[in-house]
Antibody
């Protein structure tokens, strides 16, 4: 059974970099698109971006200047870095899989449990 | 970007009753629409994609309809586990965007 789990610091200071890891178990990350999505409290989700197992990335234009995604096939993990964070980046962060095998569907069939990241000094 | 608007924000339903939730796109998205259910403290769960195709393991009481800009999710005979938040998401154009959600609460 495919499982995703987010990990990383739950508290980040303003202007610093938010770094999260998504560990995938139950299947290889090979040949799929992997996504980061966040959800501020009381609001709908916001798609941050995605990475394919080739390393190709695509980001939400609203965050593109601050986001970097990468992956480590040997550890079955992918990563999110969000630079220069502010309080507006406080949210529940999810990693999620696009079910398309080599062929992106652009919706999400497996999600991690989510991780709250608070930006505060 | 395409803005997704869901209505109503909250709907009160008695167990066993049916309910229809609405989602409107700011421009045509054909049938590139997914619906998710989010129970308290849980991650979203994919219910519907392609506007009307149920995802694996989703009960038949969930049905989706619509195209272009107007979409609905109908739940027939709500069960206790169906009282949750529901989100729509378009994947017709970038960036992918979600609606603000509709909460189905017990009446």
């Amino acid at each position: 059974q495919l499982q995703l789990k987010e990990s990383g610091p739950g508290l980040v200071k303003p202007s610093e970099t938010l770094s999260l890891t998504c560990t995938v178990s139950g299947d290889s990350i090979s040949s799929y698109y992997w996504n980061w999505i966040r959800q501020p409290a009381g609001k709908g989700p916001e798609w941050i971006g995605r990475i394919f197992t080739s390393g190709t990335t695509f980001y939400n234009p609203s965050l593109k200047s601050r986001v970097t995604m990468s992956l480590d096939m040997s550890k079955n993990q992918f990563f999110l870095k969000l630079r220069s964070v502010t309080a507006a980046d406080t949210a529940l962060y999810y990693c999620a899989r696009d079910p398309g095998y080599y062929d992106s569907r652009s919706y999400f069939d497996h999600w991690g449990q989510g991780m709250v990241v608070t930006v505060s000094s | 970007e395409i803005v997704m608007t869901q209505s109503p924000a909250t709907v009160s339903v008695s167990p066993g009753e049916g309910v229809t939730l609405s989602c409107r796109a700011s421009q045509s998205i054909r049938t590139s629409l997914a619906w998710y259910q989010q129970r308290p403290g849980q991650a979203p769960r994919l219910l519907i994609y392609g506007a009307s195709t149920r995802a694996a393991g989703i009960p038949a009481r969930f049905s989706g309809r619509g195209s272009e800009t107007d979409f609905t999710l109908t739940i027939s005979g709500l069960q206790s586990e169906d009282f949750a938040l529901y989100y729509c998401q378009q994947y017709h154009d970038w960036p992918l965007t979600f609606g603000g959600g509709t909460k189905a609460e017990i009446k």
